[in-house]
Nanobody
Framework: QVQLVESGGGLVQPGGSLRLSCAAS????????MSWYRQAPGKERELVAR????????NYADSMKGRFTISRDNSKNTVYLQMNSLNAEDTAVYYC?????????WGQGTQVTVSS
């Protein structure tokens, strides 16, 4: 049974930091590209960051560059998203995604709220 379980979301003040985790099971984690997406109220889901399998190449949405860092630990079947300098526009549900060719899995999401 495939599972992607996100954790680490919550309420944080503007300028603060959070670290999201996504624990994977039920598939060969190291073979999959892993991504974080987010969806704010009333908006479409958007890509935040992606890390490839193999060499772990990363790419980020422009608004996240320099503030967010995606990483993975294949020994723990876990992908992380370190988020710094958070602002209100980062408030959203953050989703973990695993993809290998046309096979794709999603987590249930974790809420991140940036507010004073």
């Amino acid at each position: 049974q495939v599972q992607l379980v996100e954790s680490g979301g919550g309420l944080v003040q503007p300028g603060g930091s959070l670290r999201l985790s996504c624990a994977a099971s039920g598939f060969t984690f190291s073979s999959y590209a892993m991504s974080w997406y987010r969806q704010a109220p009333g908006k479409e889901r958007e890509l935040v960051a992606r890390i490839s399998n193999g060499r772990g190449s990363t790419n980020y949405a422009d608004s996240m560059k320099g503030r967010f860092t995606i990483s993975r630990d294949n020994s723990k079947n876990t992908v992380y998203l370190q988020m710094n300098s958070l602002n209100a526009e980062d408030t959203a549900v953050y989703y973990c995604n695993a993809k290998w060719f046309r096979i794709e899995y999603w987590g249930q999401g974790t809420q991140v709220t940036v507010s004073s």
